[in-house]
């Protein structure tokens, strides 16, 4: 089982930065995929960022450029380093371990963490 903590959200003003972090315990493997995603008020989650093991990153258009996801393999940990924040980044953001096991995807989420943008 694998257990995810965030912490790092909070109200920015438009332009501003915040960097997430989120811990993971249990057992993490090279081949799980780490990230984090998203989701406002009316909307479905979406993927933000992802990074593998390896260091490859995959993001949305909407961020690129702006956030950058890394990962501290050794502290099973993954961050997301938001620059040039925009009112529509308010969202709550979850962390998310994806591991594929014999072609089946398991998800697990943390708590999730506000982050408001905001004059």
């Known amino acids: 089982q694998v257990q995810l903590v965030e912490s790092g959200g909070g109200l920015v003003q438009p332009g501003g930065s915040l960097r997430l972090s989120c811990v993971a315990s249990g057992n993490i493997f090279n081949s799980d995929v780490m990230g984090w995603y998203r989701q406002a008020p009316g909307n479905q989650r979406e993927l933000v960022a992802s990074i593998t093991s390896g260091g490859r990153t995959n993001y949305a258009d909407s961020v690129k450029g702006r956030f950058t996801v890394s990962r501290d393999n050794a502290k099973n940990t993954v961050y997301l380093q938001m620059n040039s924040l925009k009112a529509e980044d308010t969202a709550v953001y979850y962390c998310?371990?994806?591991?594929?096991?014999?072609?089946?995807?398991?998800?697990?989420w943390g708590q999730g963490t506000q982050v408001t943008v905001s004059s």
């Open positions: 998310n371990v994806g591991r594929t096991r014999w072609s089946t995807r398991y998800d697990y």
